[in-house]
């Protein structure tokens, strides 16, 4: 079992930066891949980033590359999301959510676990 609180939301101009932070409980972090989410009002969860179990790999869409990054520190228990030059449209809630036995980024919903989500607002 695992437990995900993500933190790091809230409100930013347009332009600006946010750095999410997920922390997971439990002692087999570094078992776990992990991905960042994000869900907009009447829009589909979509996938933003993703990260192997021992951080080798990772993977970000066309759509946030270049602005997004994801990092992780195993002996923390925690996984990060860097969003930088930050647009309206990523205004959504962002999920953190974690997938065992794997070594893959996965980049599906096809997670075991789920954060509560922290509320990320981009005004213009």
């Known amino acids: 079992q695992v437990q995900l609180v993500e933190s790091g939301g809230g409100l930013v101009q347009a332009g600006g930066s946010l750095r999410l932070t997920c922390a997971a409980s439990?002692?087999?972090?570094?078992?776990?891949?992990m991905g960042w989410f994000r869900q907009a009002p009447g829009k589909e969860r979509e996938f933003v980033a993703g990260?192997?179990?021992?951080?080798?790999?990772?993977y970000i869409p066309d759509s946030v590359k270049g602005r997004f990054t994801i990092s992780r520190d195993n002996a923390k228990n925690t996984v990060y999301l860097q969003m930088n030059s930050l647009k309206p449209e990523d205004t959504a809630v962002y999920y953190c959510?974690?997938?065992?036995?794997?070594?893959?980024?996965?980049?599906?919903?096809?997670?075991?676990?789920w954060g509560q989500g922290t509320q990320v607002t981009v005004s213009s």
């Open positions: 439990g002692r087999t972090f570094g078992r776990y891949a």
């Open positions: 959510a974690a997938k065992g036995d794997t070594w893959l980024v996965i980049t599906t919903t096809n997670y075991d676990y």
């Open positions: 990260i192997s179990r021992g951080g080798g790999s990772t």
